[in-house]
């Protein structure tokens, strides 16, 4: 991975907490001991953290910002290193209230993605967008229907009218979806006009409505609303 975008992970792992310790850091974003000390000597350049004694490091505080545009999607396999520990969390918060016997639908996005690993062993129908889902396969006892449609390489996601179509015709007891951004008491946002479309559709096609979003999302608008925080169920690492 070239050195700005390991920076750009490293800074957002550091900033999700008060305290970072560069042993944590290594293990959780798989970097080894040397480059993250020579990349935190970067940051701390450049004036975005602080190291401090034991081996720790700490960032360095702003004023809480107004909700801010997200204005472009970052690639997923960028995505997968940043707050993997809390995406992951919220996996098995998720993964925890699908019960033998249900149809779910998964969305597409790191977050939904790291469900799956948390299913196979469940007697369930799992339908997905989400095609990384074949990274996990075959599964356990867990039945997967895979969307048709067009595929989104940036996204790892399948949507557009064939998509749309398939999930009109379905019902779920439950649905986790992810988004790009949320504004407390406000909207739920993403970035295409046909990730909206699916993720709305299967609002309406499901019992219940799950939302996989953690906190750095908070306070973060993209081009498209789906709907309001308060028609889900957040579900976030704290």
């Known amino acids: 991975m070239v050195p700005e975008l390991r920076q750009e992970a490293i800074l957002a792992s550091v900033r999700s907490r008060d305290i970072s310790y560069i042993k944590d850091l290594a293990e959780e974003l798989n970097i080894s001991l040397s480059t993250i000390r020579r990349d935190i000597a970067a940051l701390e350049?450049?004036?975005?953290?602080?190291?401090?004694?034991?081996?720790?490091?700490?960032?360095?505080?702003?004023?809480?910002?107004?909700?801010?545009?997200?204005t472009e999607e970052?690639?997923?396999?960028?995505?997968?290193?940043i707050r993997s520990a809390e995406k992951d969390l919220i996996a098995k918060k998720a993964a925890a209230l699908v019960s033998d016997g249900d149809v779910i639908y998964i969305d597409s996005g790191t977050t939904c993605s790291c469900m799956f690993q948390y299913l196979s062993a469940k007697d369930?129908?799992?339908?997905?967008?989400?095609?990384?889902?074949?990274?996990?396969?075959?599964?356990?006892?867990?039945?997967?229907?895979?969307?048709?449609?067009?595929?989104?390489?940036?996204?790892?996601?399948?949507?557009?009218?064939?998509?749309?179509?398939?999930i009109a015709d379905m019902h779920f007891n439950k649905a986790f979806?992810?988004?790009?951004?949320?504004?407390?008491?406000g909207?739920?946002?993403?970035?295409?006009?046909?990730?909206?479309?699916?993720?709305?559709?299967?609002?309406?096609?499901?019992?219940?409505?799950?939302?996989?979003m953690d906190t750095s999302k908070k306070n973060?608008?993209?081009?498209?609303?789906?709907?309001?925080?308060?028609?889900?169920?957040?579900?976030?690492e704290e």
């Open 74 to 81: 970052a690639p997923v396999v960028k995505k997968r290193l």
């Open 177 to 185: 979806i992810g988004a790009n951004g949320y504004i407390p008491d």
């Open 124 to 166: 369930i129908i799992i339908v997905t967008s989400n095609y990384e889902v074949l990274d996990f396969m075959p599964m356990q006892k867990a039945k997967v229907i895979m969307l048709g449609g067009e595929i989104s390489n940036d996204l790892h996601s399948i949507n557009g009218p064939l998509t749309e179509k398939s």
């Open 187 to 212: 909207g739920v946002f993403t970035h295409t006009e046909r990730e909206a479309r699916k993720k709305v559709l299967v609002k309406e096609h499901s019992d219940k409505n799950y939302l996989l």
């Open 220 to 236: 973060q608008y993209a081009f498209q609303k789906l709907f309001n925080v308060r028609d889900v169920e957040l579900i976030t």
């Open 45 to 70: 350049e450049a004036g975005t953290v602080i190291s401090m004694r034991g081996g720790a490091v700490k960032p360095v505080i702003a004023e809480e910002p107004a909700p801010a545009a997200v």
